[in-house]
């Protein structure tokens, strides 16, 4: 079974510091790794994915993360905070070659940007 | 409109009730699934639709839920003799044939309220 652990339910930085969200999984095997970002009331949004190949990874509104196997790690990184980065933040797995790949995810990270 | 379309997106119920749920993926999505969201808890798999064959159930999906998508087109997810555990947000997602590597899209969510 694989599992997701968030380090942080809760994460405030100031605008314009750098935002680090940690996120370490459990899998027998290395596999696809995902960050959703979820805004109030609405759906969950991919940010970025890791699948195969490089293992920093770039997405979307200036986000990045990084795969490291031997940490079984995949923290996602922004330089710098935008007020607009506030939401809350999911990281997920889904395993490889596996019936239906469904996304098993951590608890979340509340991010919260202050002025 | 091309996304992910959940109707309603606000329900509120009495305890005892039915509800049902509707979920329209994009339509050349052939996978559907459907996911619960407890407040601050990151997103729990509920089950799956690989065009109108469900393939997997979770353990969360006890007798009272059940699931259908009887074309391979829109799904709905009813709940009978709804609780007050059952209050969450009920996500739909869906991903092409060999979207492994795309990752879902999720729609906007029908956020639930037994009182």
């Known amino acids: 079974a694989q599992s997701v652990t968030q380090l942080g339910s809760h994460v405030s930085v100031s605008e314009g510091a750098l935002v680090l969200l940690r996120c370490n999984y459990s899998s027998s095997v290395p596999p696809y790794l995902f960050w959703y970002v979820q805004y109030p009331n609405q759906g969950l949004q991919l ?17 990045e993360a990084e795969f490291k196997k031997s940490e079984t790690s995949f923290h996602l990184t922004k330089p710098s905070a935008h007020m607009s980065d506030a939401a809350e933040y999911f990281c997920a797995v889904s395993p490889i070659k596996a019936a239906g790949n469904k996304l098993t995810f951590g608890g979340g990270t509340r991010v919260l940007v202050k002025p | 409109d091309t996304g992910v379309s959940q109707d309603p997106r606000h329900k509120i119920t009495k305890r005892g009730q039915n509800v049902t749920f509707r979920c329209d993926p994009i339509s050349e999505h052939n996978r559907l699934y459907w996911y619960r969201q407890t407040l601050g808890q990151g997103p729990e798999f509920l089950t799956y639709f690989q065009n109108e064959a469900q393939l997997e159930k979770s353990r969360l999906l006890s007798d009272r839920f059940s699931a259908e998508r009887p074309k391979g087109s829109f799904s709905t997810l009813e709940i009978q003799r709804t609780e007050q555990g059952d209050s969450a947000m009920y996500l739909c997602a869906s991903r092409p044939r060999q979207g492994e590597l795309y990752g879902y899209t999720f729609g906007s969510g029908t956020r639930l309220t037994v009182v």
Do not use: C, P
């Open chain 1, 47 to 63: 940010l970025l994915k890791y699948t195969t190949g490089a293992t920093l990874v770039k997405g979307i509104n200036g986000f």
